[in-house]
Each structure stands twice: as C-alpha cells, then as structure tokens.
C-alpha cells in the first residue's frame, strides 16, 4: 500500500504541479524503483525496451501521413463531396462536418490533428452560416474525438504493444463500427439541436455542389483509407508498412494530383511529424519505467482484484465502473497516456472476468474519445475554441447533448460485443 502512494502520489502531484505527463510519470518511477531499492539502472533499460519494439515504428509514418493529408487540401475537397450527398439547410453543415472529420479520421488517426484540419475549412463556414460559434466548436471538436477509434489510430498500436493478443489489424477492423456508431450517434443530437434553434438557415439558399465533379475531386483522398485497410487484409503489407504505404501515397496526391504541397511544406511536415513522434515516444519510455515499477512492488495485482471486490464481482457493474472511470481520467489525460498507465491495472480485471481484450481495448479508446471533448480540460475542444473564438463556458450547454447521445453508443458497445468483434472475424482478424 505504501509502495502504491508513492507511486501514484508522486505521479499525480507533478502532474498537477505542471509537470509535463512524461516526466512525472517518469520521475514517480523512478523515485520509487530508487526508495525500493530496486536497482537504478532499471531506469535507462525500462525506458530503452519501451520504445524497441517493432508496432512503434508505425507511429512516425501515421503521424506523418496524417500532416500531408491535413496540408494538402483534403479537407476542402471532401467538405465539397459530403454536401453534395447531404445538401444544405438546417443542420446540414454539422453532419457535414461529422462525416469529414470521420474520413479524415481514417487517414490522421489522431484526435486533436482531425479538429485542427476540419475545423480550419468548417468553422468558418459554419459560423457564416449562424451557427453560434459555441456550437460550431463543439460539433467539431466531438466529430474529431472520433478519431481515435477509426483506423489508422496511434492509439491501437499503443494498446497493442501492451496487450500482445490484440493485433494491430483486429483493432483497426474492431474500431471501424464503433467509430460510425459514434458518428451517428452525434449527427442526430447535432442535427436536431439546429433544427429546434434553426441554425444553418443562411445556408439553405446556396446552391448544392455538383456530385460528380465533387467526387472525382474527393476521390483520391477517399481511397486512402482503403488502401490502408485493404492492403492489411489482403496481406500486401503489415500494419507498420501500411503507415509507410500511406505516406508514400499521401506524397503522390499532394505533389502530383492535386498539386498543393511544395517542397517547403514537406520539410516543415517532416519537421513537425519528428516533434510529435518524438513527444510520443518519449512519454511511451518514461511510461514503461512507472509500469515496470507498478509491476515489480506487486502494486497491479492487489488494486485489480480490489476493483474486480469493489463491483462484487459483478461484471456490469465492474465494467460501469471502469467506464466512468476513464471518462473521468479522460478529461486529464491523452489517450496514450491513459493506456500506458492504467492497461497494466485494468487488463488484468478484464482476463479475470474473461473478456475479448480487442473488444476491451475499443471500449477503452471509446471512453477515451469521449474524454477528449468533456471540458474543463478537453483537447479538442481546446483546439476548436482557440480557432472559433469561443469560449469554454460557451461550448458546455451544447456538448451535454453530445456526450449523452455518443455515451448512449457505448451503452450499445457492451450490450452488443459483436457490434466491435463480427468485423474482424468476418474478415479473418481473429
């Protein structure tokens, strides 16, 4: 017990003093593998053997992809498609931006990265349109926190490093439903928000983009996501070359196709795709140094089979509690973050209970994405109130909807497993 309060005493000290994720969760580590005794050389080798390891070199080359995607105008021509299909009026432009923040989420994978490139084509427009710019930041920030669970998600690969038995394609697969279930389930509280409020009225009078030329337009960026997907399955590369294979395309669209990238944009992508990589990686070292240390002073096992006595044993009551839980951490957290700190903790109580771990893993990044638009401390809503304007305080009477109706669709993911696990099966993943 002591053992544990120093640990996560330590960690959630500095983290609320200021100090940056990584190094409080490194220091933690350290501080009690030094007052255990434990050896200190256990540090640099932790922090080595947490990055070397193959699925990780994928993270470089999705990040990557997802800059040149973001860069090259994809944005914009799929706006231009999605309103073909869905038209204009009440309500229009914010399933519209749901449905682009859904494709590009195929391609960047990445929450905060999504609602920074939709948000930069749709927040204008949408606010030109009348829709309150706290409304408008918060439909682009939820669209974006979907995300993370539409393949290719770093995420994934970060829970598949620490939970071997769950590939990094059976994840991808598993999240495609999910990641249109959550979709939808913020379309509908969108939609029905701007038809009662009569948002999106100034809009209706434009006229609807031609479906053929937005199309053609769209197509080349709406084939990435099955290239990725497709190549996995048809076992033309490994989950690691697809993020190689995605780059590559990404390059080709962007210089050659449509002609929007130079090569100055290149080199700041590659810049900025090596700064975020680096974050990552670094908070994945310092991270396997606190769970090496979690693991080593027997701290895992005594709080897991407390969590599994706190719900009685009950598995639905024990996965509630897990779900209010990493909503709540969710808030404090990135997704990353949480999966390296609480996977050693919380996969033990799902191998106690016998569940899919590709099923638990979904559930977990499902939490996360939610998480991620809760304010006070939400990512993405950082990011589109920074580029809409509006404030925090204006964004919370139109993200409750939100979260309601998208915590509605995760209700729906653990009453229905097969709703994450028949598309993977289907497709030969599991």
């Known amino acids: 017990m002591l053992s544990a309060l120093i640990l996560f005493g330590c960690f959630f000290l500095l983290m609320f003093a200021g100090v940056p994720i990584a190094a409080s969760l490194g220091l933690a580590g350290t501080l009690s593998i ?35 995607f973001d860069r090259s105008g994809v944005a914009e021509r799929l706006l231009r498609f999605t309103t073909s299909i869905v038209g204009r009026g009440r309500g229009s432009l914010a399933a519209v931006t749901i449905l682009v923040a859904m494709i590009i989420g195929g391609i960047s994978g990445s929450g905060p990265a999504c609602t920074a490139a939709v948000g930069g084509v749709m927040l204008g427009a949408m606010m030109r349109a ?12 939820a669209a974006g926190s979907t995300d993370i669970l539409i393949p290719p998600s770093v995420a994934f690969v970060i829970y598949s490093v620490l939970v071997p038995s769950a590939t990094v394609p059976a994840l991808f697969v598993g999240g495609i439903v999910p990641g249109v279930l959550a979709c939808i389930m913020l379309i509908i509280p969108s939609v029905l928000l701007s038809l009662h409020h009569d948002f999106g009225v100034e809009a209706a009078d434009a006229g609807r983009p031609p479906f053929w030329k937005s199309f053609k337009e769209a197509f080349w960026a709406l084939m990435a996501p099955v290239l990725i997907l497709g190549g996995m399955r048809t076992g033309w590369f490994t989950p690691t070359e697809a993020a190689v294979m995605a780059v590559a395309y990404g390059l080709v669209i962007g210089v050659f196709v449509y002609r929007t990238l130079s090569l100055r944009d290149i080199h700041e992508m590659l810049i900025e795709s090596a700064e975020t990589s680096a974050v990552i990686l670094i908070v994945v070292g310092l991270a396997s140094v606190f769970a090496w240390a979690s693991s080593t002073l027997g701290i895992v096992d005594p709080l897991s089979r407390s969590l599994v006595a706190l719900g009685g044993g009950n598995p639905t009551v024990v996965i509630g509690i897990l779900m209010v839980f990493l909503v709540v951490v969710g808030m404090f957290l990135d997704g990353i973050s949480i999966f390296l700190i609480f996977c050693p903790l919380l996969i033990p109580v799902a191998q106690s209970f016998q569940w899919d771990l590709v099923w638990f893993g979904v559930l977990m990044t499902y939490n996360i994405a939610l998480g991620q638009f809760t304010p006070p401390m939400a990512v993405n809503l950082m990011v589109s109130c920074r580029l809409s304007g509006a404030p925090m305080e204006a964004t919370v009477r139109w993200v409750a909807w939100l979260l309601v109706s998208m915590f509605a669709g995760l209700l729906l993911l653990i009453a229905f497993p097969g709703l994450v696990l028949w598309l993977p099966r289907v497709l030969g993943f599991m």
């Not at 309150?132 to 918060?138: D, T, V, W």
């Open 34 to 68: 030094a007052l255990a005794k434990l050896g200190i050389m256990a540090v640099p080798t932790n922090v080595y053997a947490g990055i070397a390891k193959y699925p990780l070199l994928a993270i470089p080359m999705f990040v990557m992809a997802g800059a040149i």
């Open 130 to 141: 009348g829709y309150p710019p706290g409304f408008a930041a918060s439909v682009t920030a």
